[in-house]
């Protein structure tokens, strides 16, 4: 093992730093032709008629289309989490008769250029009649509110419960009962490229090649092929560079319908890039969620009840994700703690706002949100020391594995291995947790508003089913791994690289790693939820070991020696008792047909391997936050801020350490900065970046990652966890926990994102009990 | 609408191509010229995904039309690199302090980098955090490109 642990500079880097990184917006293609797309401006309408006769008399345009161009189209299927309930309100690509959001496609203009276009666009006449909109899900599932589908009369698309225990009765029997509410706003991935597509079709072939899909092409091209009724084998998905996926990233969305759909018919080359105010009103919202709990407490700080009813608004429709976020609440609320009575009622809410997927962490950003911040409520209603209420809580190690008692994707959650107790008090050392909140406390008593935040939190990682790896050496003693991960910034190229560098041995130079081109892989999982590297760096060390094999097969025949007697070492086998070597190189030319036919052995040097994990694997974390609070204007400083993360190992520390450096910055925008604001009428407020704030290097503070390695994991040969979330998920809690902290504990936030105002006005209610 | 003849110079180079009036000089730089390595992220100038660099200042590619940039000197990320082989020291400092991860802003911050380290050659963190605040990143934190333009300073002093 040479590679893997190491900290090895990217495979990446090279063409992304020199600007030759391919993405879609670069992809040109003879006779290509630029589409844009109406949206609907209203939040809630029947749609009475589109007219293009004006539009389609623009310089440039070669064709509009709608809905009536759209043949029978069938709504936009689920990939995760599906449903029967939520089959009620899915999407189809282009609104027929009714809109539901605000940014709802109505129609394509397709036009010589991108400008040309957007010109058309403003011709085309829309005659809608308006409905009451609904855009506050608490009112959605009111008698009386205004009903978005007529199949879903209540506006609850879906709705399920998770349980473990007699919540009731342990709520009677608790010494305390805390009831609250809790809000998590409206915010998302949006990554720094927007969406795009190209996508052709080679009429003599009968081929449709698409560039810029991503995350899960395997899956999309076989929705691409139901829709438009083709064999998937004369669909070509092809996955380029692109500009961040968190989740929203490569979902099969209206345009992955509508721009294949319209080069297939036109037969001409069709190019779709996103702008910015398209993609904040488009593509997938997530988070929004209203909690109602109730928690039982004993004296002591023991947890004994948790009982939760939450909203998740979906949006106008159901789109690829499913009840994937509300599911992964239930499921995951409990974290890091031993909860014997626990129950979760989850209620897919549709209002008329864009519709919600996943955003990195989906339901675990809002679930350790209310779970941390009970926990401090608990701490302060008991005169508790926060970090004490949680030692308390905390599953034991000798418990694992552990069965939480609820379920996700139809499979029980088991967290496979963890030290919770172990981790925390490593944060709490290496934070300087005592010292400092003794600091903190005498700097309130003289006035300052400082205080400390945890935010504790179990992840979930490396999602199944399978996924697949080939491994080929070719003439020149190159190897190439095929794999259906995708590549999303993450350096999955050069994680693979490592592992199979070291599984052949072979120079880790000499390793290049292809993905996301359905022509070359014929199977894919995909990359989401944080399963890239546990799925296919196992599928590759399993696909490599084949490659052994067969090394080890020709190097009998080139070396005339026993298999047993052999060694293979850095890009040869070695006869172990005379030194003798053959290269890879030499042997991949043995494996020629030429050479290899007549020897009575398969040509080519090439292993495949799947990995199909049974069940998920949990890293784990602790956040911990020292923040101030500006009394006079409600500005936050974050003066420290520390992740602890235990990985279970970690193949490129490196990596990991920048997914969650890079991952606290999102969640430090989901807590601070970001929120889709829509106004009463449905109207979203910040459709640009002048209202929706990202982080900048201004807000984002240094970061203390604390990584450890105590709790590999029993489910795969690697023993490794993904590194994708647990950057993100604990910051809403640890900041808000922060910021009651500073206060003396004297208010309680219950609401994100902590923005001035809303931390202003905790001072004020703070400064009012402290008077009182 | 009618085209006007640009003549500028990239990295160099003598480009000449004609633009509508109201054409951005981000997308003339992308699909007239073929230089593909400046980014658009939003089109209104928040990003700095396609910040260039125009007689040695940063700028935001997508606030100016191509018109305007007739006769003027830029420089892209294409630019930055001694040649195929070699990186110039802040690439170098990028890959080696893991400061990107997707790519898409990297262009752009590189060319603030450098100009800000051209301006500031021995900049503090708080300075390069306050230079490289119009560059958003939604990968990395920011954390590992201050450590990098750190490096890259260090770097260029040696030079």
């Known amino acids: 093992m040479n590679y893997v642990g190491a900290s090895i500079?990217?495979?990446?880097?090279?063409?992304?730093?020199?600007?030759?990184?391919?993405?879609?917006?670069?992809?040109?293609?003879?006779?290509?032709?630029?589409?844009?797309?109406?949206?609907?401006?209203?939040?809630?309408?029947?749609?009475?008629?589109?007219?293009?006769?004006?539009?389609?008399?623009?310089?440039?345009?070669?064709?509009?289309?709608?809905?009536?161009?759209?043949?029978?189209?069938?709504?936009?299927?689920?990939?995760?989490?599906?449903?029967?309930?939520?089959?009620?309100?899915?999407?189809?690509?282009?609104?027929?008769?009714?809109?539901?959001?605000?940014?709802?496609?109505?129609?394509?203009?397709?036009?010589?250029?991108?400008?040309?276009?957007?010109?058309?666009l403003e011709l085309i006449e829309v005659e809608i009649d308006e409905l009451e909109a609904v855009v506050d899900a608490r009112r959605a599932v009111e008698q009386g509110a205004p009903i978005l589908h007529s199949a879903v009369p209540d506006n609850i698309a879906g709705h399920f419960v998770e349980k473990t225990g007699d919540v009731e009765r342990a709520l009677a029997g608790a010494d305390i009962v805390l009831e609250e509410e809790f809000y998590i706003q409206r915010h998302s991935g949006v990554p720094l490229e927007t969406r795009g597509l190209v996508a052709e079709y080679d009429e003599g072939q009968r081929l449709l090649t698409i560039w810029g899909a991503t995350k899960v092409v395997h899956f999309n091209r076989a929705v691409l092929a139901g829709l438009l009724d083709m064999p998937p084998s004369q669909i070509r998905m092809i996955e380029l560079e692109n500009g961040g996926?968190?989740?929203?990233?490569?979902?099969?969305?209206?345009?992955?319908?509508?721009?294949?759909?319209?080069?297939?018919?036109?037969?001409?080359?069709?190019?779709?890039?996103?702008?910015?105010?398209?993609?904040?009103?488009?593509?997938?919202?997530?988070?929004?969620?209203?909690?109602?709990?109730?928690?039982?407490?004993?004296?002591?700080?023991?947890?004994v009840a948790f009982d939760d009813v939450f909203l998740n608004v979906m949006g106008g429709y159901i789109r690829t994700h499913g009840s994937t976020v509300p599911t992964m609440t239930a499921a995951y609320l409990p974290g890091p703690y031993k909860w014997d009575n626990y129950r979760c009622d989850a209620n897919c809410v549709l209002v008329n706002k864009t519709p919600a997927g996943t955003y990195r962490g989906p339901g675990r950003f809002g679930a350790a949100f209310v779970r941390e911040r009970l926990m401090d409520m608990v701490a302060h209603k008991l005169g508790l020391d926060p970090g004490e209420v949680r030692l308390k809580n905390f599953i034991p190690t000798e418990l694992m594995p552990y069965n939480t008692g609820t379920t996700a994707f139809g499979k029980p959650t088991i967290y496979d291995s963890a030290d919770f107790h172990k981790q925390f008090h490593l944060a709490l050392e290496k934070f300087n947790y005592y010292e400092l909140q003794k600091q903190c406390e005498a700097d309130r008593r003289a006035g300052r508003a400082i205080g400390i935040g945890f935010g504790c939190f179990v992840e979930k990682?490396?999602?199944?089913?399978?996924?697949?790896?080939?491994?080929?050496?070719?003439?020149?003693?190159?190897?190439?791994?095929?794999?259906?991960?995708?590549?999303?910034?993450?350096?999955?190229?050069?994680?693979?690289?490592?592992?199979?560098?070291?599984?052949?041995?072979?120079d880790i130079e000499r390793v290049?790693?292809?993905?996301?081109?359905?022509?070359?892989?014929?199977?894919?999982?995909?990359?989401?939820?944080?399963?890239?590297?546990?799925?296919?760096?196992?599928?590759?060390?399993?696909?490599?070991?084949?490659?052994?094999?067969?090394?080890?097969?020709?190097?009998?025949?080139?070396?005339?020696?026993?298999?047993k007697d052999l060694a293979i070492e850095k890009s040869c086998v070695m006869k172990k008792n005379t030194g003798a070597s053959v290269s890879f190189s030499d042997l991949a030319k043995l494996a020629d047909p030429a050479t290899a036919l007549p020897l009575g052995i398969k040509p080519g040097i090439s292993g495949e391997g799947f990995f199909n994990p049974e069940h998920m694997v949990y890293p784990y974390g602790v956040h911990m936050a020292l923040v101030e609070v500006d009394q006079e204007t409600g500005f936050l400083t974050i003066h420290k801020y520390q992740i602890a993360y235990d990985i279970g190992r970690a193949i490129n520390p490196m990596l990991v350490d920048g997914q969650l450096?890079?991952?606290?910055?999102?969640?430090?925008?989901?807590?601070?900065?970001?929120?889709?604001?829509?106004?009463?009428?449905?109207?979203?407020?910040?459709?640009?970046?002048?209202?929706?704030?990202?982080?900048?290097?201004?807000?984002?503070?240094?970061?203390?990652?604390?990584?450890?390695?105590?709790?590999?994991?029993?489910?795969?040969?690697?023993?490794?966890?993904?590194?994708?979330?647990?950057?993100?998920?604990?910051?809403?809690?640890?900041?808000?926990?922060?910021?009651?902290?500073?206060?003396?504990?004297?208010?309680?936030?219950?609401?994100?994102?902590?923005?001035?105002?809303?931390?202003?006005e905790a001072v004020r209610a703070a400064q009012a009990a402290a008077g009182e | 609408m009618n085209k006007r003849k640009v003549r500028l110079e990239i990295n160099g180079?003598?480009?000449?191509?004609?633009?509508?009036?109201?054409?951005?000089?981000?997308?003339?730089?992308?699909?007239?010229?073929?230089?593909h390595g400046t980014h658009v992220g939003c089109e209104h100038g928040v990003c700095g995904a396609c910040t260039i660099q125009w007689d040695g200042k940063a700028v935001r590619s997508c606030l100016a039309l191509a018109v305007q940039a007739n006769g003027a000197r830029l420089r892209t990320v294409e630019g930055l690199a001694p040649n195929q082989d070699d990186l110039h020291p802040i690439q170098q400092a990028f890959t080696e302090m893991h400061a990107l991860q997707c790519g898409f802003c990297t262009p752009g911050i590189l060319m603030t980098a450098q100009a800000l380290l051209r301006d500031n050659p021995q900049p503090s963190e708080a300075e390069i955090r306050d230079g490289l605040s119009g560059n958003l990143c939604r990968c990395t934190g920011y954390q590992n490109i201050v450590k990098a333009v750190l490096l890259a300073a260090e770097k260029l002093a040696q030079k």
Request: glycine share 12%; net charge neutral; proline share 6%.
């Open chain 1, 461 to 506: 990682s490396g999602l199944g089913p399978w996924e697949y790896a080939r491994v080929e050496i070719d003439r020149s003693g190159e190897v190439i791994v095929f794999t259906g991960a995708a590549d999303l910034g993450q350096g999955i190229e050069t994680v693979l690289s490592q592992v199979v560098a070291d599984a052949l041995p072979v």
């Open chain 1, 9 to 120: 500079k990217r495979k990446e880097d090279d063409r992304l730093l020199r600007g030759s990184g391919r993405f879609v917006g670069d992809v040109k293609r003879p006779g290509m032709l630029h589409a844009a797309i109406l949206r609907s401006s209203w939040p809630h309408g029947k749609l009475k008629r589109i007219d293009t006769e004006q539009a389609r008399k623009c310089p440039g345009v070669v064709a509009i289309v709608t809905f009536a161009d759209l043949g029978n189209v069938k709504p936009i299927p689920m990939r995760l989490a599906p449903r029967d309930d939520l089959i009620r309100a899915l999407q189809k690509p282009l609104a027929s008769d009714r809109v539901r959001y605000v940014g709802e496609p109505l129609a394509v203009v397709i036009a010589e250029s991108r400008y040309q276009a957007e010109d058309a």
């Open chain 1, 512 to 563: 290049r790693v292809v993905h996301g081109d359905t022509a070359q892989i014929p199977f894919g999982g995909g990359s989401y939820a944080s399963r890239g590297t546990v799925v296919a760096c196992n599928s590759a060390v399993v696909a490599a070991g084949e490659v052994r094999k067969k090394l080890l097969q020709l190097a009998a025949i080139a070396l005339q020696a026993d298999e």
């Open chain 2, 13 to 35: 180079i003598q480009y000449e191509g004609e633009a509508e009036p109201r054409r951005l000089l981000s997308d003339f730089i992308r699909e007239d010229l073929g230089l």
């Open chain 1, 245 to 303: 996926g968190y989740g929203i990233r490569g979902e099969f969305y209206p345009e992955d319908f509508l721009i294949p759909f319209i080069a297939r018919s036109l037969r001409r080359p069709i190019c779709w890039i996103e702008d910015r105010n398209e993609h904040l009103k488009s593509a997938n919202h997530s988070r929004e969620q209203w909690h109602k709990v109730r928690l039982g407490a004993n004296k002591d700080g023991r947890i």
């Open chain 1, 661 to 760: 450096v890079g991952g606290m910055a999102q969640g430090l925008g989901g807590a601070m900065l970001e929120e889709f604001a829509y106004d009463g009428e449905g109207q979203l407020l910040s459709g640009s970046f002048m209202d929706y704030l990202l982080p900048s290097s201004m807000e984002v503070p240094p970061i203390d990652v604390v990584l450890t390695e105590d709790a590999p994991s029993p489910l795969n040969p690697l023993g490794v966890k993904g590194a994708g979330e647990g950057g993100t998920v604990g910051v809403g809690a640890a900041l808000a926990n922060a910021v009651c902290n500073a206060l003396g504990g004297k208010v309680e936030i219950k609401r994100l994102p902590l923005t001035p105002e809303r931390v202003r």
